[in-house]
């Protein structure tokens, strides 16, 4: 094993060296330095793993000398030590960057845990990681066979969810080889139980709150606070997602209420989001409303109506106080919403749909750079974070916190990153979705999808007398059988939706209340 260097600042080092002696029986090498000036000159010329720095030293003071040593090595780690308890030192020497903070008189074993905490925090981590890991396996596996509600798969999701962000950082990705594996154990089991149940919760209202339920029986009951309130919906966000950008809220807001919903089928925006807004199926959309729906195949934008469905459903609730309605596509739209958000303040609900990240995941199909950008979910997460923290949303959110809005954060569908082509054959008046497809001459592998006879039944609207869905399971993906090796290539490794799936399925609901 390679010994670690250290450099110890203190003008009292002599009166240390059983400390010193301590250290080196664990595999640290300690050089010891009397002055702050020695010290700059020492870390200028050495190649130190960390600095253990005194703060009340005569000539440069701690303070002092770790800002020198930061301008020329500005990622070393510096952990101050200190008799003075001193807010305003703490407060300095953490301005400073310092990776840790001691006060005297320290011990050799608290010195031993905060060189381990800055030096082998990230072996320790990944080892305890790997170990949990490997004692939550069997668990995770065994309870597969008992999720027998959906509760129980929203737990269950959540749980991997939380050791997919926890294994993907380790630099072995052998334990992260074998969660995918069992995620999509996981994924194929959850198809099977939507195909045993959805039926039922969509008829007979029994099971999760879904797409159409989720306005008047978690939105609705906020606003009877009389709170200003506004309803953020972002197109395709994952429960993934969500938590990556969670803290992000924080600043300006406290989360209140954190749970979950289910997406109805098809999880694709025509069907999910427009049942979101219109508090209907699409089957009683099509019905109620047959100007404001489009099938598959006709010409246009599905998704024109929002509002007016929206206003619909609002005046079926008895919301006679005024709503307003805003999707966001572009940045000249968000920013004159920030300019204006105070005018909406007397309002019952401002609504505002945001499609930047339903942006990112088609763009993934359509540009190889974006390919290049998220390869895999982790990236993709980190590009949802990274565009978030620069975002016109984070400044609107941040506007609204400062206003006193309520905020309540959901999405319609979510998406999944798809690896198996499946062959479909079809007329041509099929829809093109990859996950889904609604037609009347359907030949599939019928192990890859769940085959809807009969629309009605979840209440989906039908082309024809003889039309059928078909909802793609688990990472399958549709693809036809002319130039069938092309586009199995062109679309593999790409985020699509409108199918079966714990990503697609199971999406975040929050509301949030602004801090004081």
Same mark, same amino acid.
């Given at each position: 094993?390679?010994r ?6 203190d ?7 059983s400390?010193?002696?301590?250290l ?14 020695d ?12 600095v ?6 005569p000539?440069?003071n701690?303070i002092e000398?770790l800002?020198e ?6 990622f070393?780690p510096?952990i101050?030590?200190?008799k003075?308890?001193e807010?305003r030192?703490?407060e300095d020497a ?8 001691l ?15 800055n030096?082998?925090?990230k072996?320790?981590i990944?080892k305890? /990681?790997?170990?949990?890991?490997q004692?939550?396996f069997v668990d ?5 066979n008992?999720?027998? /509600?959906?509760h129980?798969?929203?737990n269950?999701?959540?749980?991997l969810?939380?050791w &997919? ?5 380790l630099?072995?990705?052998?334990m992260?080889e ?5 995620k999509?154990e ?9 195909e045993?149940?959805?039926?039922n ?5 029994d099971?999760?709150?879904l797409?159409?339920?989720i306005?008047?029986k978690?939105?609705f009951?906020?606003?009877?606070q009389h ?7 972002i197109?395709?966000l994952?429960?993934d ?9 924080l600043n ?5 209420? &954190? /749970?979950?919903?289910f997406s109805?089928l ?6 999910s989001r ?6 209907? /199926? ?8 047959? &100007? ?9 934008g ?8 929206l206003r619909?459903?609002?005046l079926r609730?008895?919301?006679?106080r ?7 596509n ?5 920013q004159?919403?920030?300019k ?5 303040i007397?309002?019952?609900l401002?609504?505002?749909v945001?499609?930047?990240?339903d942006?990112i995941?088609?763009?993934?199909t &359509?540009?190889e750079m974006i ?5 895999n979910?982790?990236?993709y997460?980190?590009?949802?974070l990274?565009?978030?923290?620069n ?7 941040d ?6 809005y309520?905020?309540?954060?959901t ?20 829809s093109m979705n990859?996950r889904?497809?609604?037609?009347r001459?359907?030949t599939f592998?019928s192990?890859?999808?769940?085959d809807c006879v009969?629309p ?8 024809s ?5 078909i909802?793609?399971?688990g990472?399958?993906y549709?693809?036809?059988?002319k ?10 490794q ?11 399925m199971?999406v ?7 801090r004081?």
């Amino acid at each position: 094993m390679d010994r670690i260097k250290i450099l110890w600042v203190d003008d009292e080092i002599q009166m240390l060296k059983s400390h010193m002696l301590f250290l080196k029986e664990r595999g640290y090498d300690t050089t010891p330095c009397t002055n702050g000036q020695d010290a700059i000159d020492l870390v200028n010329n050495n190649n130190y793993e960390i600095v253990l720095l005194d703060e009340n030293m005569p000539g440069l003071n701690g303070i002092e000398t770790l800002e020198e040593i930061k301008k020329t090595k500005p990622f070393l780690p510096v952990i101050m030590i200190t008799k003075n308890e001193e807010e305003r030192i703490m407060e300095d020497a953490i301005g400073a960057k310092i990776s840790d903070y001691l006060i005297k008189p320290v011990n050799p074993n608290q010195i031993l845990l905060s060189l381990k905490k800055n030096l082998d925090q990230k072996t320790l981590i990944a080892k305890k /990681t790997t170990q949990n890991y490997q004692k939550d396996f069997v668990d995770l596996s065994n309870s597969l066979n008992s999720l027998l /509600t959906h509760h129980d798969w929203v737990n269950h999701y959540e749980n991997l969810i939380r050791w &997919e962000m926890e294994l993907e950082n380790l630099d072995d990705q052998s334990m992260f080889e074998i969660f995918k594996s069992q995620k999509k154990e996981a994924n194929n089991l959850f198809s099977k139980f939507i195909e045993k149940n959805y039926s039922n919760w969509i008829s007979n209202n029994d099971g999760p709150l879904l797409s159409h339920q989720i306005f008047r029986k978690s939105i609705f009951p906020k606003l009877k606070q009389h709170k200003p309130t506004i309803l953020l919906v972002i197109d395709n966000l994952r429960l993934d997602q969500w938590n990556v950008i969670r803290s992000e809220f924080l600043n300006s807001y406290i989360v209140d209420n &954190e /749970t979950s919903y289910f997406s109805i089928l098809p999880t694709a925006t025509q069907y999910s989001r427009n049942a979101l807004f219109a508090g209907l /199926t699409p089957l009683e959309i099509q019905k109620q409303y047959p &100007e404001w729906w489009k099938y598959d195949h006709e010409e246009g934008g599905k998704n024109l109506n929002e509002e007016n469905l929206l206003r619909a459903q609002c005046l079926r609730l008895g919301i006679d106080r005024p709503i307003s309605y805003h999707k966001l596509n572009e940045i000249s739209k968000s920013q004159q919403l920030i300019k204006t958000l105070q005018n909406h303040i007397h309002e019952c609900l401002t609504v505002i749909v945001f499609n930047f990240v339903d942006m990112i995941s088609h763009a993934k199909t &359509e540009m190889e750079m974006i390919k290049e950008l998220a390869p895999n979910d982790k990236a993709y997460r980190s590009l949802t974070l990274s565009w978030f923290k620069n975002s016109s949303l984070k400044k609107l959110i941040d506007k609204a916190a400062k206003l006193n809005y309520q905020l309540i954060l959901t999405t319609d569908h979510g998406t999944i990153n798809v690896t198996n082509p499946s062959e479909v054959i079809s007329d041509k008046d099929t829809s093109m979705n990859l996950r889904y497809k609604t037609g009347r001459s359907l030949t599939f592998k019928s192990k890859d999808v769940y085959d809807c006879v009969s629309p009605g039944d979840l209440k989906l609207p039908s082309i024809s007398l003889n039309s059928r869905y078909i909802f793609s399971k688990g990472d399958n993906y549709f693809v036809y059988k002319k130039n069938y090796n092309h586009f199995a290539n062109f679309f593999r490794q790409t985020y699509q939706h409108g199918g079966i799936s714990l990503e697609e399925m199971i999406v975040p609901f929050v509301v949030l209340s602004p801090r004081k």
